[in-house]
């Protein structure tokens, strides 16, 4: 005689559980990785007195004196040129690597060349170079070329340094593109210029949003090439943070809101395009 399982009830329980543990660790890790900005943000509009103080005092007064100071109301320097620096070169790079990471990616993913994994190790091996191997070759080649503090030769840099983790990250997700929707386009009497414009670029365009983002991030971010190749013309923004920093004073308020204030563009670019992000990182497998 037979006899049927009973199903098993609780499964869904348990699963539930489950979510939720995660739910509750993922909360939980979201809220360490912000309270460093939120006191940052607190910080900065507070005195500087009451900014080193020890323990911080939640209660104290609310100041914008910090900003005011960032933007040269007590007869600092501006910070607008530095700002408008790092959007050039930022911007700038980021769609020359745009430019030229998507015909890279194509002819690696869909119409693979031959040894074209060696490629793609070579593209990462040059992110295994220390950086600062490279700065003196840098500095005497932009010496010897008169490219000192200057804004373009950060945007050659800044292209450069971002291309291989570009031509990686959209060549995974231009490998998810079903080949027949190519090959039609070509039928019909498409041209590359106009598949890659037309086909791939809508299709990848998860992709190619988080790929931007990431070079955008990079670039701003970038410290040491531009405190060593540039001066008072090229000076960007991270640069222009340092000078806050004395050994004399108290500048701990004045430093949160500078920081602030430059990390907003990259916090708002995020916050923006945070679904394209995460869709071109996970390589299309969250829609």
């Not at 910070?79 to 070169?89: D, G």
Request: proline share 6%; glycine share 6%.
């Amino acid at each position: 005689m037979s006899t049927v399982a009973a199903p098993d009830r609780g499964r869904p329980r348990t699963r539930n559980r489950k979510g939720a543990g995660l739910g509750l660790v993922a909360w939980l890790a979201g809220i360490v990785f912000f309270l460093p900005i939120a006191w940052m943000a607190l910080t900065s509009f507070h005195s500087e007195e009451d900014a080193a103080t020890n323990p911080p005092s939640f209660a104290a007064a609310l100041t914008l004196d910090g900003y005011r100071e960032f933007f040269g109301a007590g007869g600092g320097a501006s910070p607008w040129p530095s700002l408008i620096n790092s959007t050039v070169a930022s911007v700038a790079s980021m769609i020359l690597v745009l430019l030229l990471a998507l015909p890279a990616a194509y002819s690696l993913s869909i119409r693979p060349v031959k040894r074209w994994t060696d490629v793609l190790f070579f593209f990462l091996s040059t992110k295994m170079l220390p950086v600062v191997a490279g700065l003196l070759p840098l500095y005497l080649f932009a010496k010897n070329a008169g490219m000192l503090d200057n804004i373009w030769l950060l945007v050659l840099l800044y292209t450069s340094m971002n291309l291989p983790i570009a031509v990686w990250m959209m060549h995974s997700f231009l490998s998810e593109i079903p080949v027949a929707v190519i090959e039609a386009a070509q039928i019909d009497g498409a041209r590359l210029p106009t598949v890659l414009a037309r086909i791939i670029a809508p299709m990848a365009m998860p992709g190619i949003a988080a790929t931007a983002l990431i070079c955008f991030i990079f670039s701003w971010n970038e410290l040491l090439f531009a405190r060593v190749l540039t001066g008072v013309v090229a000076e960007t923004a991270p640069v222009f943070l340092t000078g806050f920093i004395t050994s004399q004073g108290l500048f701990l308020a004045k430093v949160c809101a500078a920081s602030l204030v430059i990390s907003l563009p990259v916090l708002a670019a995020g916050f923006a395009a945070q679904d394209k992000l995460v869709q071109g990182l996970s390589l299309g497998a969250v829609k």
